[in-house]
C-alpha cells in the first residue's frame, strides 16, 4: 500500500546529524513530540533517502555543519528537487560563512544546544510558515505562530554591513 495514500497525522521530518548521539537523541525528541522520524548520518544519504522513499517528506531538519555535504549546501538542493519540503537549520557552532548561506537560503537556523519545547516550536514554525498563529490555520495543530529563539535574517560576518530589509 502506497503510505502517501493513507491520511497522515503527523508531518514527517528528514533528520540529518553526522554526530549519532545527537541524531539519536533528537529522533527520540521528536518521536516523543509525534513526529514521524527518518535518519540520515550525512547529506548525501539524506538525498538518497529523498530520492527512493515512497514517504512524503515534510521537513529537513539538519545539522549546518557536517562532512562533505554541509546544511546549506543539501537546503539549496532540497528547494530545487523538492520544493515543498521545508527546511530547518541547527547548530551547536557553524561558521560565520555556512551560517550565512543558511540566511541566504531564507532557512531560519535553531542553536544547540535547545529544549524540547524550543525545538517544537521552531518544528511548528517551519511547518507553517513565518508569523502566522494558531487561528491563521484553522485546524492545523502545528501552528503556534512565531518563535523567537530562531535568528532570521542571519547576521552578517564579521566587517560586512548588514543587508537592508
Same mark, same amino acid.
Given at each position: 500500500m502506497d503510505d502517501r495514500a493513507v491520511p497522515r497525522l503527523?508531518?514527517?521530518v528528514l533528520l540529518v546529524d553526522d554526530e549519532t548521539a545527537i541524531r539519536s537523541l533528537l529522533a527520540r525528541r521528536l518521536q516523543a513530540s509525534g513526529y514521524r522520524v527518518i535518519s540520515a548520518a550525512s547529506g548525501r544519504e539524506a538525498l538518497k533517502i529523498l530520492t527512493q522513499e515512497v514517504v512524503t517528506i515534510d $521537513? $529537513?531538519?539538519? !545539522?549546518? =555543519? =557536517? +562532512?562533505? $555535504?554541509?546544511?546549506p549546501q543539501l537546503a539549496a538542493i532540497v528547494q530545487s528537487r523538492w520544493p515543498s519540503v521545508r527546511r530547518l537549520g =541547527?547548530?551547536?557552532?557553524?561558521?560565520?560563512?555556512?551560517?550565512?548561506? =543558511?540566511?541566504?537560503?531564507?532557512?531560519?537556523c535553531l542553536r544547540k544546544p535547545f529544549? !524540547?519545547?524550543e525545538l517544537r516550536e521552531a518544528l511548528k514554525t517551519a511547518l507553517v510558515g513565518p508569523g502566522k498563529t494558531g487561528d491563521a490555520v484553522a485546524g492545523d495543530p502545528y501552528d503556534t505562530g512565531p518563535i523567537s529563539g530562531l535568528r532570521t535574517p542571519f547576521p +552578517?560576518? +564579521?566587517?560586512?554591513? +548588514?543587508?537592508?530589509a
Open positions: 503527523s508531518p514527517t $521537513l $529537513l531538519l539538519t !545539522d549546518v =555543519m =557536517m +562532512p562533505g $555535504l554541509i546544511g =541547527m547548530t551547536g557552532g557553524a561558521t560565520d560563512t555556512a551560517l550565512r548561506l =543558511m540566511g541566504e537560503s531564507n532557512i531560519q529544549t !524540547d519545547a +552578517p560576518p +564579521p566587517g560586512e554591513a +548588514p543587508a537592508s
